[in-house]
């Protein structure tokens, strides 16, 4: 492969692709349910439109918490491991073998190979799932 991963890993593209593209969809659909919100969140800083402004904010909102439950999983077709859980062993931004999981103050993991900080926080992650992190197959180009 060209990307810099060994040629020994299973590409997977085809087989996850289905699967991100739902994913996708369904993300971007949420993120549009945040337009509503806000103005329903601006509402209630009226006096005379404050219970529409409440029960469509509350409504919203629970359209993107149950959406973001129902967004389809990042499994693995080769092992059927959830990608997205947690890192075993490879990078889910190159592929490659090489995480430290001592870098930095707050033991934040790091891809050695490509330089990526694996930092997960209160808002999800911050890096793309572009392999499968135990097996290291190759997913998708873009990530998900």
């Known amino acids: 492969m060209s990307d810099g991963v060994g040629a020994s890993v299973k590409d997977c593209r085809e087989e996850f692709k289905p699967t991100a593209a739902r994913r ?22 009226t006096e005379r439109d404050r219970q529409v402004g409440g029960i469509g904010f509350v409504v919203c909102w629970a359209i993107m918490f149950i959406g973001s439950l129902l967004l389809p999983k990042i499994v693995c077709p080769a092992c059927h491991h959830k990608a997205d859980h947690e890192i075993d062993h490879f990078c889910p931004e190159c592929g490659s073998a090489a ?3 001592s870098y930095g103050f707050f033991s934040i993991e790091r ?15 911050r890096y793309k799932i572009r392999f499968c992190t135990v097996c290291g197959a190759h997913l998708d180009d873009t990530g998900v």
């Open 99 to 101: 995480v430290d999981r």
């Open 24 to 45: 996708r969809a369904m993300s971007r659909l949420l993120g549009l349910v945040m337009l509503p919100a806000l103005g329903f969140w601006l509402l209630l800083w």
């Open 111 to 125: 891809c050695t190979a490509c330089g990526k900080k694996l930092w997960r926080g209160k808002g999800g992650r």
